[in-house]
């Protein structure tokens, strides 16, 4: 198919300027018969674009920049691949069979997504492309931002043609470690350009439980019931309909928390996250093998420069499947976020688009 001008624009405008190594990134555009698009680049493994047909324009739902510069200048985490540990790690720090790690720190004396040079940061290799599928691989040797042991990670992008992005997740590490990759996408189903914010969309998320945290995102070590809780989405509703009305969601500004999914639909097959845009076009369902998903309503991407210009804040929304955070620190928890040598950690997660 004949790539939608905005993707083609894309390609050249990301490349203009050189990433941090002092190379242009690549850029990888998946299509299908449908006439959707996803568009991936090697640094930080990174979902840049993902346009749908509707009512024959190609609208861009996901949130992004249009250039290198911006791209390195945001701190949002724009569709990259996160890693070693998405989420938040309390002071940095985890105890594995006795021995206690101390891992670098980048957000209010945590640890955010991997740390200050996390996977997000870095240049994954292509393994294998088609017009459907990438694989990109990276090697994080032993000590990198103080997580012990070497760990070989692999993504795998697919575009489906029942019009499903699927993300593939795979590693091994040779000593044991806190895994936990997602991708940190910010959808707009309503479009990024659109200037409509994401408060709008009507979510619903097979989820019992939500985990309190602090002002600054570690949790308070108790998981609580939705139950009369804005944290309540079983029955679906917009975004924006009970937003800040909890004190755990005043502390952030909105939504930024982990949701416990019921633990029957975490098989990669069941949907666990539905979203319908405002303009009843779009329908996103998300699987997953992840026992938690963050929801995120952007809080502070005021400011932030983007592909249609300054974004404002709840522009967009993240479903960011993962263990819960703070989990290492946490094994009463379901889900156990450490691997270890004689194990493969291997996730999926889809989300599928119909229109």
Known sequence: MTLP????ALHETMTMEA????????????TNDAGMTATFMDIGATWLSCTVPVDGDAREVLLGCANMTD????????????????????????????????VSTNQAGN??????EGFAHRRWTLDSRTDSKLVFSL?????????????????????????????SYQADCDEPCPVNFTNHAYFNLAGEASGV?????????????????????????ELK???????????????????????EQVLVGGYDHALLLKP???????????????????TMTVQTTKPAVQLYTGNFLTGTKGASGEYKVHQGFCLETEYLPDAPNHPEWPGDSILRPNQTYAHYTGYRFNF
């Open 225 to 247: 019931s939705v139950a009369q809780t804005g944290f309540d989405f079983r029955e679906g509703k917009t975004i924006g309909q009970e937003l800040r009305t909890d004190p």
């Open 71 to 102: 791209h390195l200048k945001q701190s949002a985490y724009f569709g990259a691949t996160v890693g070693r540990y998405a989420n938040r790690i309390a002071g940095g720090q985890f105890t594995i069979d006795g021995k206690t790690f101390q």
């Open 19 to 30: 990433a941090d190594d002092g190379r242009s990134a690549n850029l990888f555009t998946l």
């Open 139 to 167: 090697l994080s040797k032993d000590g990198d931002q103080g997580f012990p042991g070497n760990l070989e990670a692999k993504v795998t992008f697919e575009l489906t043609e029942d019009n499903t992005v699927a993300i």
């Open 5 to 8: 001008h905005k993707v083609l």
């Open 111 to 116: 640890t955010l997504h991997g740390g200050p």
């Open 197 to 221: 914010d994401c408060l709008q969309h009507e979510l619903t998320i097979r989820a019992d439980y939500f985990v309190p945290t602090s002002d600054v995102g570690i949790p308070c070590g």
């Open 264 to 282: 029957e639909v975490c098989d990669g097959i069941s949907d666990v996250a539905t979203v319908i845009t405002p303009d009843q076009k779009i």
